[in-house]
């Protein structure tokens, strides 16, 4: 079975930083692209950013020169770090995995979430 589980949100104060972590565990064939979205109250869930198995980032226009996504692949993990937080970055941060589980079909897979509240 494979699970996702994020950790490191809470409280932030604007300008300041958080570091959202991510791993993946389980039988896990392959992971390919690992990203982050949130969803705040009343509003759809948005994508953050997203890393490839190679390496290769992208990232939402609110959030660019911000934050930074980066993955360790030998511990199957992906991080997202936050900087220069602003109060709309409050949200609840989901990170989701496309993998090969070790049986079955390739799919999304997603986290709990976690919150980000950003306020003085």
């Known amino acids: 079975q494979v699970q996702l589980v994020e950790s490191g949100g809470g409280l932030g104060q604007p300008g300041g930083s958080l570091r959202l972590s991510c791993a993946a565990s389980?039988?896990?064939?392959?992971?390919?692209?690992m990203g982050w979205h949130r969803q705040a109250p009343g509003k759809q869930r948005e994508l953050v950013a997203g890393i490839t198995g190679g390496g290769r980032t992208s990232y939402a226009d609110s959030v660019k020169g911000r934050f930074t996504i980066s993955r360790d692949n030998a511990k199957n993990t992906v991080y997202l770090q936050m900087n220069s937080l602003k109060p709309e970055d409050t949200a609840v941060y989901y990170c989701?995995?496309?993998?090969?589980?070790?049986?079955?079909?390739?799919?999304?897979?997603w986290g709990q979430g976690t919150q980000v509240t950003v306020s003085s």
């Open positions: 389980g039988n896990i064939f392959s992971i390919y692209t």
């Open positions: 989701n995995a496309d993998l090969t589980p070790g049986r079955g079909q390739r799919s999304n897979f």
